[in-house]
C-alpha cells in the first residue's frame, strides 16, 4: 500500500498528462514508471496501466510500453497466459541498434516463455539476450540473464551448464558491486555442486554465502543457507551436525512455510538417528503446512515410524495417504515435468545441429583452401 504523499502526487500529476491523451505526454510517464520500477513496481505497473489505448502510441512508444508492461507484471508476480506482449517489444528492438533495449526485450522473453514452461524456447530467448548484453555495461542484467539461464540448466538437468552461468552472473555482480546479487549466486554454486554430489565445494560456497548474508542481517537468506548445510550433513550422514544447523535456521522465526518444512526435517532426521519420540513430535508440529510435497512426505515418515512400532493398520493407513498424494503431485507437476524433458531435447538437438553446421563449415573452408 503506498504512503508516501509525494509519489501519490507524482502519479496522479502522470494520470492528469495521460489524460490530456496526446503521445508526447506518454513519453515522461514512460520513463517515470521505468524509474519507478525496480524499488515500486506496484506503482510502475499503475502508471503503466493509466495507458487506455496504447494501439494509439507511437511504434517505439508501444514497443516500450509493452516492454516496461511485461517487467511490472513479472515484478509483481503476474503470470502471463501469452508471449504476444513481449513479442511486440522484441520485433521492434530486434530491428534497432539499441543493444540495452534489445538485451532486455530478450531477457523479458525469456522470463515469460519460462512462466508458460516452455523451457527451451526460453533458453534460447537468454541467449540471444546474452549475445546482446555483452554490447553492454548493465552488468545486473547480465547478471540476471547468466541466474535465470543457470536457473533453467538446472531444471533440465544440464548441471555443469549452470554451474558455468552461475559463475559467470558472480562474476557480473562483482562488477555491478551487487552484494546482495553475490550472497545470492554463491548459494546458487554451491547448490549446484551439491547437485554434482561435490559436497566439499558445496559446503565452501555455501558457507560463503552465509558469511556475507550474516554480516549484512539478510536473515531470510541466512535461514536458506542454513537449511542447505543441513541437507548436506545429511547426505554425508552427519545427523547431529545437521540438525545443529536446522535448529540455527529457526532460532527466533514465527511459524511459516519455511518452518513447517523444518520440523519436517527435524522430524525426518530424528527418525533416521531411532530417536522416535522426537521424530513423532516434529512431524506432528509439521501436520499443519499447506504444502503438498510436505504432507505427502509426512505420511511416508509416519508408516515407517508405526511400521517400526508394530503397528501395521495405522502404518498402511499412513501409506495409503502417501500413494494418494504422491499421485495427486506427479498429476499436478506432470505438464512442468514433461517440459523439462522436452526442453533437455530440443536443447540437446540445438546443440547437435550447431555443431553439424560448425563442421560443416569447417570442411568448406578446407575444401577452399585445398
Known amino acids: 500500500m503506498m504512503k508516501d504523499p509525494k509519489l501519490i502526487l507524482n502519479l496522479l500529476f502522470f494520470f492528469c498528462l495521460v489524460a490530456c491523451g496526446d503521445g508526447t505526454s506518454v513519453s515522461p510517464l514512460l520513463i517515470e514508471a521505468e524509474k519507478y520500477m525496480n524499488e515500486r513496481p506496484d506503482s510502475a505497473l499503475l502508471l503503466l496501466d493509466s495507458i487506455a489505448h496504447p494501439e494509439n502510441l507511437s511504434q517505439e512508444q508501444n514497443a516500450l510500453w509493452c516492454l516496461l508492461l511485461t517487467q511490472a507484471q513479472d515484478k509483481n508476480i503476474i503470470t502471463p497466459t501469452s508471449d504476444s506482449l ?20 530478450y531477457y523479458c522473453q525469456g522470463r515469460v516463455l519460462t512462466d508458460m514452461l516452455l523451457f527451451d524456447k526460453a533458453i534460447v530467448s537468454y541467449l540471444k539476450a546474452e549475445e546482446m548484453v555483452l554490447q553492454t555495461t548493465d552488468y545486473n542484467l547480465q547478471a540476471r540473464i547468466y541466474n535465470h539461464l543457470g536457473d533453467l540448466y538446472d531444471k533440465t538437468l544440464f548441471y555443469k551448464d549452470a554451474l558455468s552461468c552461475y559463475q559467470k552472473a558472480y562474476n557480473s555482480y562483482k562488477l555491478a558491486n551487487n552484494l546482495l546479487g ?25 558457507k560463503k554465502s552465509l558469511e556475507i548474508s550474516d554480516e549484512n542481517g539478510w536473515n531470510d537468506l541466512s535461514r536458506s543457507l542454513l537449511v542447505c548445510l543441513g541437507n548436506i550433513c545429511e547426505s554425508q550422514s552427519s545427523y547431529s551436525e545437521a540438525v545443529e544447523y536446522l535448529y540455527k535456521s529457526m532460532s527466533g522465526v514465527e511459524e511459516d512455510n519455511l518452518s513447517y518444512s523444518l520440523y519436517y526435517s527435524l522430524g525426518y532426521l530424528y527418525r533416521q538417528v531411532g530417536l522416535s519420540d522426537s521424530a513423532f513430535y516434529y512431524l ?45 503431485i506427479e498429476h499436478i507437476y506432470q505438464p512442468e515435468k514433461l517440459a523439462e524433458i522436452e526442453a533437455r531435447y530440443n536443447y540437446e538437438k540445438l546443440i547437435n545441429e550447431k555443431s553439424q553446421l560448425a563442421l560443416k563449415k569447417k570442411m568448406q573452408y578446407c575444401f577452399f583452401l585445398f
Do not use: H, P, W
Not at 513481449?86 to 526485450?105: C, L
Not at 554451491?190 to 559446503?203: I, K, M, V
Open 284 to 328: 506432528n508440529k509439521a501436520m499443519d503446512s499447506s504444502d503438498l510435497y510436505i504432507q505427502c512426505q509426512l505420511n511416508r515418515e509416519f508408516s515407517v515410524l508405526f511400521f517400526e512400532s508394530k503397528d501395521y493398520e495405522t502404518a498402511f493407513e499412513y501409506n495409503e495417504r502417501y500413494i494418494l498424494l504422491r499421485d495427486s
Open 86 to 105: 513481449i513479442n511486440v517489444a522484441v520485433d521492434y528492438f530486434e530491428k534497432t541498434d539499441n543493444m540495452e533495449r534489445k538485451a532486455q526485450a
Open 182 to 206: 553475490v550472497a545470492f549466486v554463491l548459494r546458487d554454486i554451491g547448490s549446484s555442486y551439491e547437485y554434482q554430489n561435490q559436497l566439499d565445494s558445496a559446503t565452501y560456497y555455501l
